[in-house]
T-cell receptor, first 113, second 112 residues
Framework: NAGVMQNPRHLVRRRGQEARLRCSPM?????VYWYRQLPEEGLKFMVY????????ESGMPKERFSAEFPKEGPSILRIQQVVRGDSAAYFC???????????FGQGTRLTVV | GEDVEQSLFLSVREGDSSVINCTYT??????LYWYKQEPGAGLQLLTY?????DMKQDQRLTVLLNKKDKHLSLRIADTQTGDSAIYFC????????????FGQGTTLQVKP
């Protein structure tokens, strides 16, 4: 049973480009969470999704950021027109039910140059 | 609002015990977690404790929970150099969605 898979592990984008981060949850998990870790800081919650639904996006920046978790395929975190301040590690976690143990992926480290 | 606070740095000698402290604000949290992050890696769940427990022991790890003071600690016995990492405590946020509220992380440095 593979763990939570995130790709790419490292992503470099120029200012103004789009970044697409992918997360495949553990088998049997239908709850996905995205977190952002800025340098030297803890993880901050961004968004919680179930299949085809955004349940809680209270941590998402109002502009340029969007997330989806389609019926088939991985969850996608999309950042449009990236800026230097978007440089961070983005972690995905999945769980079988909300509030039960969440398993984290290895993260995608985004660098905006 | 929800907030989790940790001290930022702890240095110990190999073989000593390490105690990492954490305070949280949401008294309704049902679970409290400790995660370990090694450089460049993801988060590894170390242990967790139910809010109706005072203590949980798992091999070299002991978690103590003081609900009255909203204080959580992680004790690592016989600390090894491989324990050097960043340790995060986390509480389950409000709203029953399972989102986690993390502290800033405590960097544990183990000296040989």
């Amino acid at each position: 049973n593979a763990g939570v898979m995130q790709n790419p592990r490292h992503l470099v984008r120029r200012r103004g480009q789009e970044a697409r981060l992918r997360c495949s949850p553990m088998k049997g998990h239908s709850h996905v969470y995205w977190y952002r870790q800025l340098p030297e800081e803890g993880l901050k919650f961004m968004v919680y999704l179930q299949k085809e639904n955004i349940i809680d996006e209270s941590g998402m920046p109002k502009e340029r950021f969007s997330a989806e978790f389609p019926k088939e395929g991985p969850s996608i975190l999309r950042i449009q027109q990236v800026v230097r301040g978007d440089s961070a590690a983005y972690f995905c976690a999945s769980s079988h039910d909300p509030g039960t143990e969440a398993f984290f992926g290895q993260g995608t480290r985004l660098t905006v140059v | 609002g929800e907030d989790v606070e940790q001290s930022l740095f702890l240095s110990v000698r190999e073989g000593d015990s390490s105690v990492i402290n954490c305070t949280y604000t949401d008294s309704s949290s049902t679970y409290l977690y400790w995660y370990k992050q090694e450089p460049g890696a993801g988060l590894q769940l170390l242990t967790y404790i139910f809010s109706n427990m005072d203590m949980k022991q798992d091999q070299r790890l002991t978690v103590l929970l003081n609900k009255k003071d909203k204080h959580l600690s992680l004790r690592i016995a016989d600390t090894q150099t491989g324990d050097s990492a960043i340790y995060f405590c986390a509480e389950v946020g409000s709203g029953n969605t399972g989102k986690l509220i993390f502290g800033q992380g405590t960097t544990l440095q183990v000296k040989p």
